[in-house]
C-alpha cells in the first residue's frame, strides 16, 4: 500500500470532496482521483462513494481511514523521531483560533513557534468555534480553542482563558478618552439596539442565554458574522456590541470605540485548549500546546 496515496484518501474522506481535497494537498485534482482509483483497485474494493455535493467513505472506506490515520499518525511520530536525532522537532501543525483571540495570539505564537521549532511548520486559521470544531473532529485542524466548549466524547477539552465581554459603542466626535464610560447593566445593554453576530455563533449563544436568565430580551440590529465587520458597523453608528476587549484593544483603530463594563451580572466567555481524542497528538504538537499556554501567559490572556 503506497502511504502517499492512503494520504490522498484520507484527507478526500475527511474533506468529503475531491476540490477541497486537491487544494489542501496542491495536487492537480485528476491526479489525485487516479491515485485513489489505483488504491480502489489494489484492494478490490471501493472506498468513496462520489456523488455531485461530493465523496463519502463506503463501509470499507471508514475502516481504512480509521486504521489510515494511525498509519500517517505513526509515519509523523516517526519523523519527528529522527527529528529529534537531528535535534529539533519537524511536522506541520494546523491551529484554529476563534478571531478576537487570533488578532492577539497569532504574531506572538508564530513567533515564539519559529525560534523554538525552526524544522516544523505550523499553519493557523481564524474562524467561527463551531467551524473550528468541525474542523478539528475531521481532521483539518490539530489544535483548537474553543469559546465555551461543550463536553465531547471526540475532544480532550482543557481549560484556557477567561475573558471580560463588554458593551462598545461608537465614540461620540470630540469625546476625550477620559475618564472612561461608566459600566451599565446587562438588561440594560439587551435593550440597545446590538450589532451581533447569528447563531450559532458562541459568543452570541452564550449573551443571549445570560439576558433571558435575567429576565430579558435581545433587540437585534443586525446579524453579522465577523468581528472587523462588527466593528465597522458599530463606528459607523448602526448599533452597539457586545465583544470581548481583546477584539477592540486589537481592533483597525480602538480609540474609534467607547467601551463599557457590563455588570449585573458581570459577562465572561471562558475558552479552552482542545484537541481531538480520536487521534493521539504528536511530539510537535504537544510542544506547540505548551507554546500556546506559555504565550498566553505572557501577553497576559
Given at each position: 500500500?503506497?502511504?502517499?496515496?492512503?494520504?490522498?484518501?484520507?484527507?478526500?474522506?475527511?474533506?468529503?470532496?475531491?476540490?477541497?481535497?486537491?487544494?489542501?494537498?496542491?495536487?492537480?485534482?485528476?491526479?489525485?482521483?487516479?491515485?485513489?482509483?489505483?488504491?480502489?483497485?489494489?484492494?478490490?474494493?471501493?472506498?468513496?462513494?462520489?456523488?455531485?455535493?461530493?465523496?463519502?467513505?463506503?463501509?470499507?472506506?471508514?475502516?481504512?481511514?480509521?486504521?489510515?490515520?494511525?498509519?500517517?499518525?505513526?509515519?509523523?511520530?516517526?519523523?519527528?523521531?529522527?527529528?529529534?536525532?537531528?535535534?529539533?522537532?519537524?511536522?506541520?501543525?494546523?491551529?484554529?483560533?476563534?478571531?478576537?483571540?487570533?488578532?492577539?495570539?497569532?504574531?506572538?505564537?508564530?513567533?515564539?513557534?519559529?525560534?523554538?521549532?525552526?524544522?516544523?511548520?505550523?499553519?493557523?486559521?481564524?474562524?467561527?468555534?463551531?467551524?473550528?470544531?468541525?474542523?478539528?473532529?475531521?481532521?483539518?485542524?490539530?489544535?483548537a480553542i474553543l469559546y465555551n466548549a461543550q463536553p465531547n466524547s471526540d475532544l480532550e477539552i482543557e481549560p484556557f482563558t477567561e475573558e471580560d465581554l463588554v458593551l462598545v459603542q461608537a465614540r461620540p466626535p470630540g469625546l476625550e478618552e477620559d475618564p472612561p464610560p461608566g459600566p451599565i447593566s446587562l438588561l440594560a445593554a439587551a435593550q440597545l439596539p446590538l450589532v451581533i453576530p447569528s447563531r450559532p455563533n458562541a459568543i452570541r449563544m452564550h449573551v443571549e442565554s445570560e439576558i433571558v436568565n435575567a429576565g430579558g430580551r435581545l433587540n437585534i440590529a443586525l446579524e453579522i458574522d465577523g468581528v472587523a465587520a462588527i466593528l465597522d458597523l458599530v463606528a459607523d453608528g448602526a448599533g452597539c456590541a457586545v465583544l470581548s476587549r481583546n477584539a477592540v484593544a486589537n481592533s483597525v483603530k480602538p480609540s474609534a470605540f467607547c467601551v463599557r463594563a457590563i455588570k449585573d451580572p458581570v459577562l465572561k466567555i471562558k475558552s479552552a485548549l482542545v484537541t481531538s481524542a480520536l487521534r493521539p497528538t504528536t511530539l510537535t504538537q504537544q510542544a506547540t500546546l505548551v507554546l500556546i499556554r506559555e504565550t498566553s501567559k505572557k501577553i497576559g490572556l
Amino acid at each position: 500500500m503506497d502511504l502517499k496515496q492512503l494520504e490522498y484518501f484520507v484527507r478526500v474522506a475527511e474533506l468529503g470532496s475531491f476540490t477541497r481535497a486537491s487544494i489542501a494537498l496542491d495536487i492537480a485534482q485528476p491526479a489525485l482521483s487516479r491515485q485513489v482509483r489505483l488504491l480502489e483497485v489494489e484492494l478490490s474494493l471501493t472506498l468513496l462513494t462520489r456523488n455531485g455535493r461530493g465523496a463519502l467513505p463506503t463501509e470499507a472506506g471508514k475502516l481504512l481511514l480509521a486504521h489510515g490515520r494511525g498509519i500517517l499518525h505513526q509515519m509523523a511520530r516517526a519523523r519527528e523521531e529522527l527529528g529529534r536525532v537531528r535535534g529539533s522537532l519537524a511536522g506541520r501543525v494546523a491551529v484554529g483560533i476563534p478571531t478576537s483571540l487570533a488578532r492577539v495570539l497569532t504574531v506572538p505564537l508564530t513567533r515564539a513557534f519559529r525560534a523554538q521549532m525552526p524544522d516544523a511548520t505550523i499553519s493557523i486559521s481564524e474562524g467561527l468555534t463551531a467551524g473550528i470544531q468541525d474542523s478539528l473532529i475531521n481532521g483539518r485542524l490539530d489544535i483548537a480553542i474553543l469559546y465555551n466548549a461543550q463536553p465531547n466524547s471526540d475532544l480532550e477539552i482543557e481549560p484556557f482563558t477567561e475573558e471580560d465581554l463588554v458593551l462598545v459603542q461608537a465614540r461620540p466626535p470630540g469625546l476625550e478618552e477620559d475618564p472612561p464610560p461608566g459600566p451599565i447593566s446587562l438588561l440594560a445593554a439587551a435593550q440597545l439596539p446590538l450589532v451581533i453576530p447569528s447563531r450559532p455563533n458562541a459568543i452570541r449563544m452564550h449573551v443571549e442565554s445570560e439576558i433571558v436568565n435575567a429576565g430579558g430580551r435581545l433587540n437585534i440590529a443586525l446579524e453579522i458574522d465577523g468581528v472587523a465587520a462588527i466593528l465597522d458597523l458599530v463606528a459607523d453608528g448602526a448599533g452597539c456590541a457586545v465583544l470581548s476587549r481583546n477584539a477592540v484593544a486589537n481592533s483597525v483603530k480602538p480609540s474609534a470605540f467607547c467601551v463599557r463594563a457590563i455588570k449585573d451580572p458581570v459577562l465572561k466567555i471562558k475558552s479552552a485548549l482542545v484537541t481531538s481524542a480520536l487521534r493521539p497528538t504528536t511530539l510537535t504538537q504537544q510542544a506547540t500546546l505548551v507554546l500556546i499556554r506559555e504565550t498566553s501567559k505572557k501577553i497576559g490572556l
